[in-house]
């Protein structure tokens, strides 16, 4: 990890949680979707949506905020509560090659869902070719059955990241176009991030909201705030650093850069 002996000094001076949500379409005002950042060692809020008619966050929205924030000089840690990419037997079946932008290209190709439609359109072939790209609801990425997620094509069930994920990944594909080197992917652009690069992961909430009090927040603010508050305070007390380099097996640490890993998780 890049920041060196001094285990107390952090690398980040931001950290930003986002709990996701793939309903409806990129323009609709969703309930679900949450920003909370946390400025240092300060404890996070809540990051309300720009003046509008609209109450919540859109996808579209948060993609447009998370650009600007990390095109300034201030290295943020952004966790983003969704699937960044599918498992191997995905790649294989459709002869993908193990690159995770070559497979953000082509997944925006037959899944178009930063258009103004809903995601089941796709999957119901309505728009885009869905259909010669769907995944096996049995196949899971390795950090998943790790840490016991369901899979990213685990549709219409309770708890389901699935939607969020095909919502989300073509806006993780804007994100890294718009932003070039300032933002870092971890760990597809490799686990160290360079000093004072801001970093995006994804996360699994679940792993830390149990370590923080709810007060009066409804369950997707308690999720995007336990994420930026997880960051904050792993970020001081050397947490983070070893979560960014996690110890893995050998066939964990080559598809990680493929098929994704969710930070905390370990073997």
Not at 78 to 105: M, T
Not at 156 to 184: C, E, F, M, N, Y
Request: with cysteine; net charge neutral; hydrophobic share 40%.
């Amino acid at each position: 990890m890049h920041r060196g002996e001094d285990a107390q000094k952090p690398a980040f001076a931001r950290y930003v949680g986002i709990d996701y949500s793939g309903a409806a379409t990129p323009t609709t005002s969703l309930k679900g979707l949450r920003v909370f950042l946390a400025q240092g060692d300060r404890l996070p809020t809540e990051v309300p949506p720009p003046p509008s008619p609209r109450k919540y966050w859109t996808r579209r929205g948060i993609a447009g905020w998370l650009g600007a924030a990390l095109t300034e000089e201030t290295p943020t840690m952004v966790g983003i509560d969704h699937g960044f990419s599918f498992p191997l037997a995905y790649f294989e079946k459709y002869r993908l090659a193990h690159n995770w932008p070559v497979f953000l290209d082509d997944f925006v190709q037959h899944w178009p869902t930063d258009e103004e439609i809903y995601v089941d359109f796709v999957r119901c072939g309505t728009v885009g070719a869905g259909a010669a790209r769907q995944g096996d609801a049995h196949w899971k990425r390795l950090s998943e059955k790790q840490v016991g997620a369901k899979s990213v094509f685990q549709f219409d069930v309770q708890g389901s990241v699935a939607k969020s994920t095909h919502a989300g990944i073509p806006w993780l594909r804007a994100l890294r176009l718009q932003l070039g080197p300032r933002a870092h992917f971890w760990p597809f652009d490799g686990w160290q991030i360079p000093p004072g690069r801001s970093a995006i992961a994804e996360v699994y909430p679940r792993l830390w909201s149990g370590c923080f009090d709810r007060a009066n927040r409804t369950p997707d603010q308690h999720d995007a705030y336990s994420a930026a508050a997880w960051l904050s305070e792993a970020d001081r007390d050397g947490r983070l650093a070893a979560c960014l380099t996690p110890d893995l097996t050998a066939e964990e640490h080559a598809a990680a850069p493929i098929e994704g890993w969710i930070l905390g998780v370990t073997t």
